[in-house]
Structure formats: C-alpha cells, structure tokens
C-alpha cells in the first residue's frame, strides 16, 4: 500500500496539477508475525490490507502507509516498543492491530501521551479501552460472548454447575468473570475455576480437562486464545472424552476458529458457543466478503473472526480518514470521527458505541454439525440483537 511516488515523478506530478498531493497517512500495524500465535496475527493482517486494497479509492487524494511491527509473544514488552518507535520515530498518525490483551494494555500509555488513536483489531478485554479516551475497538470485549453464554447456559441448556477454564492472563479472567456474573445470576452455581496457563505456550490440557470429567458438571465454559491454542484444546477434549461424560463443552467463538474447524474432527461436533462471525453466515457483505478473500488469496486458508476484525478495523480507519479530508494528525478529531461510526460488516450490522468507544454487534448462540458432505459447519440457533459490552453495562470490576 506504501503509495509514496520518487520525488522526481511527485514533482513532475505538482507541475502538472499545480497542487500537492496530500502526504500518506501513516498507520502503524501491531501484530503477532512470529510465535505460536503468528496464525492470528496472519488473519487479522489479511483482513485489514484486503479491505484496503479495495478501498484505498474511496479515500480521495489521500493515501495510507501501512508500517507492520511483530508483536511476538503476547508479553506486552515487544509492543510497547513497537508502539513507542512507531510513534517517536516513524512519526504515525494511526495505530491499529493489537490482536493480544497484554499488548494493546502495554501500548495504551504510549499512545495516549502521544494522542495517537488505536483501532483495536481484537485484543479483548473488556477494559482496555477504559484505558485511554485515545482506544476503540472493532472486534469484541470477552464480555460479549461470556455474560450472555452465562444466562444462556442456566436458562437454555438446563446447566445447575459449571466449571469454568481459562488461559491465565486478562482476558481469560475477564471471561471468568463475565461467565459467572450471568450464570449465577439465572441461578447456576460455578464448581470450579480453573487457571489452565499462559497465551505465550500451548499447554498439555490433559489434566485440567481431566479434572473436569471428574467433577461432573453440565457445562464447562472454556475460554483458550484462538488459533494453535483452541485447535489443541477441542483435540484434548475430545481425547478426556467430555461430551461422552454428559458435559457440555461451551465457549466463545475463539474455541472455534474457522481456519481450523475441519481438522478439530468429531471432537467439535455439537459444541455451542456464542459468537459474531461464522464462515457459514448467509449475508450480503459476507458473501462479497469470502469472494474478494478467496480471489486475492489463493490457495490460503478460510478467513475467520479475526479476519474480519481486521477487515472491519480498517474499514473504520478508511472512513475516519475520508470524512477528515486526509488530515488525521489531530487524534481528538479522529476520536470524534470514529464514534457512532456504523459499517455492514461480514458479521452483520456493527457500530461503535459513541459513549464508551466499544463495538456494538449481535451475537449468536452457534452450533457445530455435520454437513451432508461430511465437512463441519456453524449453525445459528438464536440470536441477541445490538449486545453491548456488558462489563461497562453493568460497572463490574475494572468497569466500575
Ligand atoms: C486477547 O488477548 O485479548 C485475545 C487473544 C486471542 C483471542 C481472544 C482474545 O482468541
């Protein structure tokens, strides 16, 4: 995308027209490229310069540079470092990407000194953006998924206990939380909270998966970072055999991701989860969506959420930049622009709440099953329309 002409052709261009062509914004993209998590990071990329790609004409005269920086491992420490070279040195006006929650939490500092806005791809926790007015995000707060799945799970799926399991780091506490705080307010009771280590190695989830056959509840509501993580946690619950002990595997749709869905096998079979994009949606925008994917990555894997996270944040990017004209060096002005902003997403209708910077999205109680042709599929079992981060909602926690 880096659109900067030889001076000598920008010069030939000014004596032509008579007038400048406006400098490339420059955009500052923060995401795992390397590490056990790089797939997530390849995915929300993707989305993010497709939706350029084929919309860089909507921006006018303007143009954008996209300057990528590896998060590494979800530690925080490479991003902040990113964060503070691309903002001191590079000198960008825009930052997005921050697919993990210790990422975008190091960064937040930086960023709101500098006044720099972060449009967060997918870094989860509901309260990141409480961290900055200089935050929004485009994906998901855990809150989204876990608090209704809690309801969901006494009201609907008959579930009196659940365990809960959680990568130990922000957003999985944030999961716990919101699980519970919905499950017992529909009268569940949580028998366990199991801590199942952190996003920067895949763990054996032999034992904990383990102790949850053993203590027999209805439900086990898990929540693992997507990618190599979820894709060797359906593999192990499927090995414990929990769906043949009576307990219903339920989560976010992190637990399924739509690039490995086929190779989880039969372990996934009748998983529920909740969720905001499937690859199955029927919808216009997902339709032209998976096109464009396919045409102009051949031979990669399906897009997934995280994919349209990226997709959706630079779709926000672009129409901030186009309503300023191109002049997006006051991060005020760009926070403003960004607010109530509403897009068709693949995932449906989103918006971006103009009070708390957070999205606004339905969500989806969503079930794996067999196609005809023996591949797996996502079905939609019901829907909640416009769900709003509940964490902030309801002033829980960190939220209050
Ligand atoms: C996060 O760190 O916020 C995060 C990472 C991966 C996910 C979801 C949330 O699948």
């Known amino acids: 995308m880096r659109l900067l002409k030889p001076l000598a052709c920008a010069a030939f261009t000014l004596m032509l027209t008579g007038a400048a062509r406006a400098e490339a914004v420059k955009v500052g993209v923060v995401l795992p490229f390397s590490g056990v998590n790089a797939d997530i990071g390849n995915q929300i990329n993707d989305g993010l310069k497709l939706y350029l790609k084929l919309h860089e004409k909507d921006l006018g005269a303007a143009t954008i540079e996209l300057i990528d920086r590896d998060s590494g491992d979800p530690t925080g420490a490479a ?59 485009t994906s998901f707060s855990m809150w989204h998924a876990a608090y209704p799945m809690g309801t969901y799970a006494a009201k609907d799926l008959g579930c009196r206990e659940a365990a809960v399991g959680y990568t130990d780091y922000p957003p999985g506490k944030d999961s716990l939380e919101a699980f519970k705080t919905g499950f017992e307010a529909a009268g569940g009771k949580i028998v366990d909270e199991i ?67 086929q190779e989880m096998g039969d372990a996934a079979i009748g998983i529920i989860i909740m969720g905001n994009y499937a690859y199955d949606y029927e919808n216009p925008a997902n339709e032209a969506f998976k096109q464009a994917w396919h045409a102009a990555y051949v031979g990669k894997s399906r897009p997934n959420g995280f994919a349209v996270g990226g997709w959706d944040a630079m779709a926000a990017i672009v129409s901030a930049i186009r309503s300023l004209g191109g002049n997006v060096d006051d991060g005020e002005k760009v926070m403003a622009a960004l607010k109530g902003w509403t897009f068709d997403s693949p995932r449906g209708r989103i918006m971006l709440d103009p009070v708390t910077r957070d999205i606004i999205q339905d969500e989806h109680v969503e079930q794996v099953y067999k196609k005809s042709d023996g591949s797996l599929g996502v079905k939609v079992v019901s829907t909640i329309a416009a769900v709003k981060d509940g964490c902030k909602e309801l002033k829980v926690g960190r939220c209050k």
Not at 111 to 135: C, G
Not at 197 to 202: D, L
Request: proline share 10%; hydrophobic share 45%; net charge neutral.
């Open 195 to 261: 801590p199942m280590g952190n996003p920067v190695q895949v763990p054996d989830f032999t034992p904990f998966l383990q102790r949850v056959k053993d203590e027999k509840p209805q439900c086990f509501y898990v929540f693992v970072p997507s990618g190599n993580h979820a894709a060797a946690l359906m593999k192990t619950a499927g090995d414990v055999g929990l769906a043949q002990a009576g307990i219903k595997v339920i989560g976010p749709q992190d637990l399924i991701p739509d690039d490995h869905l």
């Open 79 to 137: 991003a902040k470092t990113a964060v503070t070279e691309l903002i001191t040195r590079d000198h960008v006006q825009l930052l997005t990407g921050f697919a993990f929650s210790p990422d975008a939490i190091a960064a937040a500092p930086v960023a709101n000194q500098a006044k720099v806005p972060m449009i967060v791809a997918n870094a989860a926790t509901s309260w990141i953006t409480n961290l900055s007015p200089f935050i929004t995000r």
